[in-house]
Nanobody, 129 residues
């Protein structure tokens, strides 16, 4: 049974930082595209970042230069370091695993998130002004 468990959310003031973690179990995730998505209240879920099996990353324009995705294969864990957080970054953040090329490599983070089959339960990040 594939399982993704996120942690690290919390409440911070604008300009602050949070580091999200996603622990993967049930399969060897190294060959997967691992993504972070977020969903703000009343909005559609959107792609934030993706990291492929070679550690190559991509980011949404809205977070470039502020967010960094990484992974620790020994710990089967993917991270999202979020710096210079803005109030519009308040959202539920979800970890996702995908075996296609829709998001990593030549794919796009703007691809409809509904193609993804494996999701974590989410962790809430709240950024105050």
């Amino acid at each position: 049974q594939v399982q993704l468990v996120e942690s690290g959310g919390g409440s911070v003031q604008g300009g602050g930082s949070l580091r999200l973690s996603c622990v993967v179990s049930g399969y060897t995730y190294s060959s997967y595209c691992m993504g972070w998505f977020r969903q703000a209240p009343g909005k559609e879920r959107e792609g934030v970042s993706a990291i492929d099996s070679d550690g190559i990353t991509k980011y949404a324009d809205s977070v470039k230069g502020r967010f960094t995705s990484s992974k620790d294969n020994a710990r089967n864990t993917v991270y999202l370091q979020m710096n210079s957080l803005k109030p519009e970054g308040t959202a539920m953040y979800y970890c996702a695993a995908d075996r296609t090329s829709l998001y990593c490599g030549g794919g796009s983070l703007e691809t409809n998130y509904r193609y993804i089959k494996v999701w974590g339960q989410g962790t809430l990040a709240t950024v105050s002004a």
